[in-house]
Every structure is written in C-alpha cells, then in structure tokens.
C-alpha cells in the first residue's frame, strides 16, 4: 500500500490549526498511525488505529478518516509542534510510511 | 521505562557487510514484535524488517530481501540486523521499534547511521 502525505510542507502560525492529510493507494481498515519527528530525533507515536492518541498526547491533536483518506489536524499549534509528521499504515504488509509533511512556522 | 538501544553502525564499502544490534529494557522482550525502521539523510522513514515475538515470523521490506537478515535473542533482550553486500542506497539511521499489540511503534531506539561509502 502506497501512502501519500499532503501537502509537503505546511506554514502555520502558532495558535492555528493544521490539517495533514494521508492518503492510500488501497483502501483499508483503521490501521494507521501518526508520527511526529523532530531534528535529530526519533520519531514520536502520535495516534494509532486511526483516532487513538497514543499515552501522554495532548487533546490538541486529533486524527480521523477511513477507507483511502486519513487526516491529521492540530489545533491551537504550539511552538512545539513544528515537525515533520508521518503517516503510517500497519493494515498489510510490507508496512509502509507516507513522505511526510514538514509543519513550518509562517 | 522502556530503552532500546542501537549498536554496531559505521562505514562501510560497497558490497561489504556489518551486523546492528538493539538492546532492550523495561519491558517483556518477549511478548513483544519489533522491527528495524531506516531513514536515509534528509529523507523519509522506510521500515525495513519486524520479527515476532518467538522469531517464528520475519518480514523484510522488498529493497531488503536476500541482503538482510533480522534475528532475535529473548534471552539477551537483544534484536539484530544482519546487513550483507551493502550499497550506497542502504545509507541512512536505522532504528530499532518496538511494536504494540499491532505493528505500529510505540518505542523506539535513538538510532545508529551506518553509511557505504568507499
């Protein structure tokens, strides 16, 4: 399953919302999950099964979607929450990432 | 808390070979998948290959198959990568991750570079 991350790259103000959207080439049941990296870092789980905040992840993050389109939004975007994020889907085999989207500050 | 922690990258030449190693900590190795999880400078993340939990299931990634070769040892906590006739493609971080009860990643390792180069 291809996974294809929109737009690239993101400019957002802090205080705004982001909206990240991830999108398969076949369609499949909630088995997707978020990553945040930062520079330098490991990536960060985020969400899984589609909607689930993973332990200790704020409320301001959110995912949602089915079938081929999947969409990650932030509210109320925090200094913090510039990153580059993946998306993930862990329905079939080989498991596979989206490109990313680099969320920048405008 | 649970640590993993990856071992063993470093420069090779084209066609050469090294193995990775990931230690593990604060969780039953055993009852758990993992899985090696690569990114090449300034690019994206590729999984590579998980192992279940006894070793009994191994997955590769289709750039992988034939050339690398994950193992597991429940009795050092430790996961390996064995990575053979190496190309300049196969430079990047690798990462070790620890799956949850599905194969998404809750944890994961700092990362060790391995970079083919002559």
């Known amino acids: 399953i291809v996974m294809t991350q929109s737009p690239a790259t993101l400019s957002v103000s802090p205080g705004e919302r982001a909206t990240l959207s991830c999108r398969a080439s076949?369609?499949?049941?909630?088995?997707l999950a978020w990553y945040q990296q930062k520079p330098g870092q490991a990536p960060r789980l985020l969400i899984y099964g589609t909607s689930t905040r993973a332990t200790g992840i704020p409320t301001r993050f959110s995912g949602s979607g089915s079938g081929t389109e999947f969409t990650l939004t932030i509210n109320n975007l925090q200094s913090e929450d510039f990153a580059v994020y993946y998306c993930?889907?862990?329905?079939?085999?080989?498991?596979?990432f989206g490109g990313g989207t680099k969320v920048e500050i405008k | 808390e649970v640590q993993l922690w990856e071992s063993g990258g470093g420069l090779v030449q084209p066609g050469g070979s090294l193995r990775l190693s990931c230690t593990a900590s604060g969780f039953t190795f055993t009852d758990y998948a993992l899985s090696w999880v690569r990114q090449a400078p300034g690019k994206g993340l590729e999984w590579v290959s998980a192992i279940s939990r006894g070793a009994d299931t191994i997955y590769y990634a289709d750039s992988v198959k034939g050339r690398f070769s994950t193992s597991r040892d429940n009795y050092k906590n430790t996961l390996y990568l064995q990575l053979n006739s190496l190309r300049a493609e196969d430079t990047a971080v690798y990462f070790c991750a620890k799956a949850d009860y599905s194969s998404f990643f809750n944890y994961w390792g700092q990362g060790t570079l391995v970079t083919v180069s002559s």
């Open positions: 076949q369609s499949f049941s909630a088995n």
């Open positions: 993930q889907q862990y329905s079939n085999w080989p498991l596979t």
